[in-house]
């Protein structure tokens, strides 16, 4: 089952994705996923807490225009989660990493493949002493969690 959703997106930034599309030979959905997977590598640079969401500057209607992209479930959580953590809308995340990170990713298709395709995403819930807590994993740990945990009370549900 995949996600079908829409992002509010600037010309400018629409025709680099189309362009980028065109000349890798992939989907735009796939050139999305790759910059938005190459831009959580830098997540220290953009997480930000205890603030508004904030989205794209203004522009005129006339530049705007709806993007539908399709995701796999766990993909569509990975994105929406930098909303939570960025504190920056989905579209505004693209806008972003197309400006910082496009011109890696098509260097990177081109010549070996695509290395920051979206991977190892993980949501956990677990319990401790009466407290949900909610885990997320932007990637494999090299240790089992429960190696990590000294707390005998936790409880993966």
Same mark, same amino acid.
């Given at each position: +089952?995949?996600?079908?959703?829409?992002?509010? /997106?600037?010309?400018?930034?629409?025709?680099?994705?189309?362009?980028?599309?065109?000349?890798?030979?992939?989907?735009?959905? #796939? !050139?999305?996923?790759?910059?938005?997977?190459?831009?959580? =590598? $830098?997540?220290?640079?953009?997480?930000?807490?205890?603030?508004?969401?904030?989205? *794209?500057?203004? $522009? !005129?209607?006339?530049?705007?225009? &709806?993007? @539908?992209?399709?995701?796999?479930? $766990?993909? =569509?959580?990975?994105?929406?989660?930098?909303?939570?953590?960025?504190?920056?809308?989905?579209? @505004? #995340?693209?806008?972003?990493?197309?400006?910082?990170?496009? $011109?890696?990713? /098509? @260097?990177?298709?081109?010549?070996?493949?695509?290395? =920051?395709?979206?991977?190892?995403?993980? /949501?956990?819930?677990?319990?401790?002493?009466?407290? !949900? #807590?909610? +885990?997320?994993?932007?990637?494999?740990? &090299?240790?089992?969690?429960? *190696? @990590? #945990?000294? &707390?005998?009370?936790?409880?993966?549900?």
């Amino acid at each position: +089952m995949y996600i079908v959703t829409t992002v509010n /997106i600037n010309i400018v930034i629409l025709t680099r994705i189309s362009q980028a599309s065109i000349l890798t030979g992939t989907s735009k959905n #796939c !050139i999305i996923s790759s910059i938005l997977r190459r831009f959580a =590598y $830098d997540h220290e640079k953009y997480e930000k807490s205890w603030s508004r969401v904030r989205y *794209q500057n203004r $522009d !005129i209607k006339e530049n705007w225009r &709806n993007l @539908h992209i399709t995701l796999r479930p $766990d993909e =569509y959580e990975f994105f929406i989660d930098f909303r939570k953590f960025y504190k920056l809308s989905v579209s @505004h #995340c693209i806008a972003i990493a197309v400006k910082q990170y496009l $011109d890696e990713i /098509i @260097h990177k298709i081109i010549n070996r493949g695509d290395n =920051y395709r979206y991977k190892n995403y993980t /949501i956990s819930r677990i319990l401790i002493n009466g407290v !949900i #807590c909610w +885990m997320q994993y932007w990637g494999a740990p &090299n240790k089992l969690f429960s *190696q @990590h #945990c000294q &707390n005998k009370s936790i409880y993966i549900t």
